[in-house]
């Protein structure tokens, strides 16, 4: 088998075994009062949601309460240099996961959380949180509620614009889209809100099988150009 044969079982190998597992749904907003010095009144934010519920489609799919809640990044500034990111303690003290998130047929998000937030951030394990540009500990943050308060760190906080806080109307929200990476890296790396690039993309991995498959294909033509 050429060389170019080998690359083409590759490519198809890799689209047929792309995995999707966990998915990202995100709500972009407008900073309104802000008391910290680093993020800016005016500017865009936005909140990344990470779900897992062990499936592989967004078709007719439902993430329930704290349990398939994976991972919360909060991304400040247009330039998205500004990070918290959360990757586990929802069930912890403090912790208020409420409703589902769902899909329909389509993929399409028809139906958000009640409500999401942290009041005890601060007393999690420092393994389940990172961030940058944040000079203070990270003691709560709020999705829904009407909580004007969306980040607090040490009595500083800032609003959304919107007075009301983060919506938790699905319409406000992104439909799901596929999440790879680890949570906590993205608070090492710039990000603008919206912009391309990051944790939140579509990336095609080999299973196992094809791995396997892959491996014997190398190996067969090694031994032929021997």
């Known amino acids: 088998m050429k060389t170019r044969h080998i690359a083409a079982a590759v490519l198809a190998l890799s689209l047929g075994t792309a995995q999707a597992d966990p998915f990202a749904i995100t709500y972009t907003g407008t900073i309104g009062w802000s ?42 500034n247009d330039a998205g240099n500004v990070v918290f990111a959360q990757s586990g303690g929802f069930l912890s003290a403090g912790a208020d996961v409420a409703g589902r998130v769902r899909t329909n047929a389509a ?15 601060d007393t999690l394990d420092a393994a389940l949180k990172a961030q940058a540009g944040i000079a ?14 969306q980040l607090v760190a040490e009595a500083l906080y800032f609003t959304d614009a919107s007075g009301s806080g983060v919506p938790v109307d699905h319409t406000r929200w ?15 790396v710039p990000i ?11 990336v095609p991995t080999l299973g196992h099988a094809a791995l ?15």
């Open 35 to 76: 008391e910290f010095p680093t993020i800016h009144s005016g500017q865009r934010y936005t909140v990344t949601l990470v779900l897992d519920n062990d499936g592989n489609s967004t078709s007719n799919q439902a993430w329930y309460g704290p349990t398939d809640l994976s991972c919360v990044i909060w991304r400040m």
């Open 107 to 121: 993929g399409q998000l028809d139906e958000m959380y009640d409500l999401v937030r942290h009041t005890g951030v």
């Open 136 to 149: 203070g500990v990270v003691d709560a943050w709020h999705i829904g509620g009407g909580h004007p308060e």
């Open 174 to 188: 992104t439909n799901p889209v596929p999440y790879v990476g680890n949570c906590l890296d993205t608070a090492a």
């Open 192 to 202: 603008a809100p919206g912009g391309a690039g990051g944790n939140v993309a579509a």
């Open 212 to 226: 396997a498959l892959l491996g014997a294909l190398v190996c067969g033509q090694r031994r032929k150009e021997s």
